[in-house]
């Protein structure tokens, strides 16, 4: 029978608690960014001859973060995906720091390399 300290036992609620919260706050960002896109753009006539992408203001941070302060629908449902992109991060960022806390030093270097391939990956834009 192993007994379990109740540092890995919090940890590990946490973290459950990180995933749900973060499932929960970017299922809410989307849900709301689609309510007002469909206020403001609802009545519109869909032009299927001509292929018209996303805007280009929902393709930088800055854009985003001008777009969710203008209630722009798009740039709030794009907030709320880059949050559920986020979240997994955010519990590998967590699982490390406890691996820090229980001491338990291999599994810490292997998060970190996770973590570093994981942030290569988004600055390189290659994926696998």
């Known amino acids: 029978m192993t007994n379990t300290s ?12 990180i995933l749900r919260a973060g ?13 007002l896109y469909i206020y403001r753009h609802g009545h519109a006539t869909a032009d299927y001859h001509t292929f018209k992408g996303v805007p280009d203001f929902v393709h930088n941070a800055s854009g985003i973060i001008n777009g969710i302060f203008t209630l722009r629908g798009r740039a709030i449902i794009q907030a709320g995906i880059i949050l559920l992109i986020a979240t997994p991060v955010i519990r590998v ?9 229980e001491k338990d030093y291999l599994y810490v270097g292997i998060t970190l390399v996770v ?3 994981i942030f290569s990956s988004m600055l390189s834009g290659h994926a696998g």
Do not use: H, R, Y
């Not at 890995?8 to 459950?16: A, L, T, V, W, Y």
């Open 6 to 17: 109740f540092k890995e036992k919090d940890m590990q609620s946490i973290i459950g608690w």
């Open 23 to 35: 499932v929960f706050i970017s299922m809410t960002v989307v849900f709301l960014g689609g309510v």
């Open 93 to 101: 960022i967590f699982s490390a720091i406890g691996f820090v806390l």
């Open 115 to 117: 973590l570093l391939i």
